[in-house]
């Protein structure tokens, strides 16, 4: 069974940084895209950044260059760094894995940038 668990939300103040990590589990994803969403309330969950098995990059024009993603394939792990957050990356944060056949998603964690 496929489960995906993320950690490392948190409260965090404008202009911090925070590291959001995704455990992937069940089978091997190293072929596979591999990304994070997030949902703020009363917003549609967007996309925030992807990448593929073979390293290709997508990010949102409202994350290039504050946010990295990366992954680790012998680790089954996808991994998002966040700096210079604003109040308007407060969100809950989703990973994802896309597969031809099925679609993965977390239970998401909840990311808080205030003062």
């Known amino acids: 069974q496929v489960q995906l668990v993320e950690s490392g939300g948190g409260l965090v103040q404008p202009g911090g940084s925070l590291r959001l990590s995704c455990l992937a589990s069940?089978?091997?994803?190293?072929?596979?895209?591999m990304g994070w969403y997030r949902q703020a309330p009363g917003k549609e969950r967007e996309l925030v950044a992807t990448?593929?098995?073979?390293?290709?990059?997508n990010y949102a024009y409202s994350v290039k260059g504050r946010f990295t993603i990366s992954r680790d394939n012998t680790k089954n792990t996808v991994d998002l760094q966040m700096n210079s957050l604003k109040p308007e990356d407060t969100a809950v944060y989703y990973c994802?894995?896309?597969?031809?056949?099925?679609?993965?998603w977390g239970q998401g964690t909840q990311v808080t940038v205030s003062s």
């Open positions: 990448i593929t098995g073979s390293g290709i990059l």
């Open positions: 994802n894995v896309y597969t031809i056949v099925n679609n993965y």
């Open positions: 069940g089978r091997s994803f190293n072929t596979n895209r």
